[in-house]
Every structure is written in structure tokens, then in C-alpha cells.
């Protein structure tokens, strides 16, 4: 969707598509038609729209992305090779478009307005989850690994930061990184939502300042109370402080957590999906544990499947000062 305006980018999926899978419709809501169109040779994965004054359209297909004018008809700008991007991953900002390099593990950043390329060596391994920050200045990103996210500034390229999510793998479904640039949002298969602080870009943080304006919370009036652990580096105590240690003793972890629903799709005694693959969905799978922040102190995640459903969270205070993150409420909103 473009923003809040009346232009949605339509692609077909699933089992009876209504569009095919290799085209993008721009769906004009207040005239209720389409009024443009895409069509590439491939199924499309993702699709990104930006505002004015450099309006976009982006697609990500398998191996490449597409760049458009947002204009009728659509002019083609420029087109980027990729790594295999099966999860459709690409972010644009107000200024920069990222996507996965040639080499796995690597993003490129564009600026939407030169088309000048910069190289991000972020992982060793393909690429899963990335974000960007509403002001398109940080960026996070994720790899298959699953252990690590690593923080960056698109201005320099510089790496300013590492969160270690946990020291078994797991598959990270979605970053999200809050409206005021101060925190990072995690979900993973292993049904955990984590909050991180992020480093500032500013001389002094800006964590510290919003502190007054969090909500108090009384974890007693809410059905589901996710851990609290103020001060990411304490995970281990003095561990953390001393040397020669593993590096997992003194990594920054998130200092609050709280589980989210999770609909596990049905087994066969073997062990593997009894439901065969959705067409035009990447993995063939619905997609799980989507989060977004409504503000700086309210998240949504979203879950797809047959108990398709969102989650409201909100991130406090409790009694003792201590920063927690708890279920305010849920809804299917697929009916019963």
C-alpha cells in the first residue's frame, strides 16, 4: 500500500489466484479499478510504493529487482541483479532502496535519486529478514543463521551495532524497527517477540528522553506477560565483564520478550507439511509472526494460515520500573 493513500499493489496467489503471479496490479481504491499494470516472466515476490517526491514502484523478483517511475504508464528506471531472493526481500525508503547483493549475504543500496550503488558485506550466509528505519538512516538485517541481527547506517555503510536474538539458530520471520528509530522489533519460529534497543545515531541517545512517555503497566490486568530484563548487556551479570570469554557471554540481547501465537501447520507422521505448497507465496507456506509498530509503544503481529490472526502488544513500564512487553488482546480475523 502507498502510505494511507487509495493505491494498492495487487499480486496473484494462492490456490485460485484472481491476478497471475508474474504481474502487478496498482488498484485504485476510491475509483475501485486498476489503474496500472506490470508484467514481468517470472512470479513476483514483493512489491514496494513509495510517495512523492521520488515515487516508485519496486519489484522483487527471484533473482533481480525492477525499478519504476510511479507514472502512467509506469517508466522502467532501472533493473538490479540479485542473490536468490525467494523471500521477496527489498525495503525503500524515503531516499535508498535496499535488497539483497549478487553474492549471498550482501545488500545493496541505491539512492533513488543518483542511482549511485553501495555494497554492504552483512552476513556470511543468504539473507532472510531486513528492515529499514522510517527515515531510511538504519538498517537491520538478518541471515538464515538466525543467531545475529546487525545494525547499520546507510549514509556511511558503517556497521553500528549487533543483537544476538539467542545462540541456537531459528528462522527470523520479521524486523521492524519503531517509528522513533530507538528500538527494533524481532519474531522468530521459536514463537518469541523481542525487543532490542538500537544505537543512536546522535551524539547522546535518544532512549533515555522517552523514558517519561512509556506506559505504566500492570502485568496483572493483561493475559499474557512477556520477561523483562532492563539493561541489555546484564544477560550473564559479571560473565559479561569478563575476558577470554565466549562472545556470547558480552553481545547485547533484548531486554524484553513476550511469546506470540503460532498456527503450526498440520504434519504427516513423516514429519513433513500435509498441506502441499501455496502457489505464489514464498516458501510455499503462509506467512507467520509479520510485526509492525503502531507507535513507539504498540506492536502488532500479524499470522496468516487456518488461524490467521493478530496480536496487540504493548511495550511499559511495570510497577518496579522495569520495561515489559505484554498482550493487550487479539482477534482471527479470517472468521471461525
Not at 538504519?138 to 544476538?164: H, M
Not at 522489533?185 to 514463537?191: C, G, H
Not at 546522535?202 to 523514558?211: D, I, K, R
Not at 565483564?241 to 498456527?263: E, G, N, Q
Request: proline residues 7%; contains cysteine.
Amino acid at each position: 500500500m502507498l502510505g494511507r493513500s487509495n493505491f494498492i499493489a495487487l499480486v496473484g496467489g494462492g490456490r485460485q489466484p484472481k491476478f497471475p503471479q508474474n504481474k502487478v496490479i496498482i488498484w485504485d481504491d476510491i475509483k475501485h479499478q486498476a489503474v496500472l499494470s506490470l508484467e514481468f516472466r517470472s512470479p513476483v515476490y514483493s512489491v514496494r510504493l513509495s510517495r512523492t517526491p521520488e515515487s516508485r514502484i519496486v519489484v522483487a523478483l527471484q533473482n533481480s529487482i525492477h525499478i519504476y517511475k510511479f507514472s502512467v504508464p509506469p517508466e522502467k528506471l532501472s533493473v538490479f541483479e540479485t542473490a536468490d531472493n525467494s523471500q521477496g526481500l527489498c525495503c525503500l525508503g524515503p531516499k535508498i532502496v535496499a535488497f539483497p547483493g549478487r553474492t549471498p549475504g550482501q545488500v545493496q543500496l541505491v539512492e533513488i535519486s543518483t542511482g549511485n550503488v553501495s555494497i554492504i558485506p552483512a552476513h556470511g550466509s543468504p539473507l532472510r529478514a531486513m528492515t529499514l528505519s522510517s527515515d531510511g538512516e538504519i538498517l537491520a538485517t538478518a541471515s538464515e543463521k538466525g543467531t545475529l541481527v546487525r545494525i547499520f547506517s546507510t549514509g556511511n555503510c558503517a556497521r553500528i551495532g549487533e543483537l544476538r536474538r539467542g545462540v541456537d539458530p531459528a528462522i527470523i520471520y520479521s524486523l521492524a524497527i519503531s517509528p522513533n528509530s530507538a528500538l527494533l522489533a524481532a519474531t522468530s519460529d521459536k514463537s518469541t517477540l523481542h525487543i532490542f534497543d538500537l544505537p543512536s545515531l546522535m551524539p547522546h541517545s535518544h532512549n533515555g528522553s522517552l523514558a517519561s512517555n512509556r506506559p505504566s503497566l500492570n502485568s496483572s490486568s493483561f493475559g499474557s506477560t512477556g520477561s523483562g530484563d532492563e539493561g541489555n548487556s546484564q544477560k550473564w551479570g559479571l560473565l559479561g565483564k569478563l575476558p577470554l570469554l565466549p562472545r556470547v557471554f558480552s553481545d547485547i540481547y533484548s531486554f524484553t520478550s513476550a511469546p506470540f501465537h503460532m498456527d503450526d501447520d498440520p504434519q504427516t507422521d513423516l514429519g513433513k507439511p500435509a498441506i502441499a505448497p501455496i502457489p505464489g507465496i514464498p516458501g510455499g507456506r503462509p506467512r507467520k509472526g509479520v510485526v509492525g509498530w503502531k507507535d513507539d509503544y504498540t506492536l502488532i503481529v500479524l499470522g496468516a494460515g487456518r488461524d490467521g490472526r493478530w496480536e496487540k502488544f504493548i511495550l511499559g513500564e511495570s510497577e518496579e520500573g522495569r520495561r515489559l512487553l505484554v498482550r493487550q488482546g487479539w482477534k482471527r480475523y479470517l472468521g471461525s
